[in-house]
């Protein structure tokens, strides 16, 4: 366990629903005085859970690939908080298609949400997490952060990206008292991706988690301490699987259809989502 102090101050990036919002209410559980900042870009659902929530809150509506956004983010933080126990840098989202489709727009704009603006927004808040160390910052890719699939390469690159410059900024960040844990989920049933197709079958429905576990995953790579977590667990074994037999890896992920199904982390995925 990592002792982030008896006032643990958190924000959550991707509050409005989801993931996000479940980090939110488990964070808002735990015993102590836990102060939370909320962001995403839905204000009004932003302004409704932090009503409900049970701990001092505050939030800040925001587009994180908007330039001013991690300044306005940093400066909320400061003014009202002061300090900055743990970042959650969860919101992010998917666009379906393939390479030859969609091209570089595609992986562009995936790349500014999943992975740049997490980059500029930590590299704000990155000065506060060190001047209030012990602190932890949890960074939320995917499974597809490890195996690829067709249909969803735009989405993985980001993915891989931001899970090899965590396992770097761990590196560097461990003796300034920052913590860096990594989540990795699988399927996991939101409001973006509600996985029925998944789920109504006996077979696949173990592979489909809920946000409620990823959000206690968020805790274990938080103040748990944790270097990464998967969720579902046994998701695990298909990142080492790609590591020791990519050629058969690639041979299961290879067929057509394995392109129809993308996973999505992000709170306001629904709202990214091309219609």
């Known amino acids: 366990m990592i002792p982030l102090g008896s006032d643990l101050v958190a924000l959550v990036t991707g509050a409005s629903s989801g993931i996000g919002e479940a980090t939110a209410r488990r964070l808002a559980d735990e015993p102590g005085h836990t102060h939370l900042v909320l962001v995403a870009r839905r204000e009004e659902r932003l302004k409704a859970l932090a009503a409900e929530l049970a701990v001092p809150t505050t939030y800040v509506a925001a587009d994180l690939t908007d330039d001013d956004a991690p300044a306005r983010i940093a400066d909320h933080v400061s003014e009202r908080h002061g300090r900055l126990s743990l970042l959650v840098n969860n919101a992010g989202a998917a666009w379906r298609g393939t390479f030859a489709d969609e091209g570089y727009a595609n992986v562009r704009r995936t790349m500014d949400l999943n992975f740049d603006a997490v980059v500029r927004l930590t590299e704000e808040l990155l000065p506060t997490l060190r001047e209030s160390a012990p602190s932890?910052?949890?960074?939320?890719?995917?499974?597809?952060?490890?195996?690829?699939?067709?249909?969803?390469?735009?989405?993985?690159?980001?993915?891989?990206?931001?899970?090899?410059?965590?396992?770097?900024?761990?590196?560097?960040?461990?003796?300034?008292?920052?913590?860096?844990?990594?989540?990795?989920?699988?399927?996991?049933?939101?409001?973006?991706?509600?996985?029925?197709?998944?789920?109504?079958?006996?077979?696949?429905r173990w592979m489909v988690s809920t946000p409620e576990r990823v959000a206690e995953a968020i805790f274990e790579a938080g103040p748990g301490g944790q270097a990464e977590r998967y969720v579902p667990r046994p998701y695990a074994l298909a990142a080492a699987a790609r590591v020791l037999t990519p050629f058969l890896v690639r041979r299961a992920l290879g067929g057509k259809a394995a392109g129809t199904l993308v996973t999505k982390t992000g709170a306001d995925a629904a709202d990214a989502e091309p219609k």
């Open 136 to 204: 932890a910052i949890v960074n939320i890719a995917s499974t597809a952060g490890r195996v690829a699939r067709g249909g969803s390469g735009a989405y993985s690159a980001s993915k891989f990206a931001l899970a090899g410059w965590s396992d770097a900024l761990y590196a560097e960040e461990r003796a300034h008292g920052v913590h860096v844990g990594l989540v990795l989920p699988g399927f996991i049933a939101t409001e973006g991706f509600p996985a029925e197709e998944l789920r109504e079958r006996r077979l696949t």
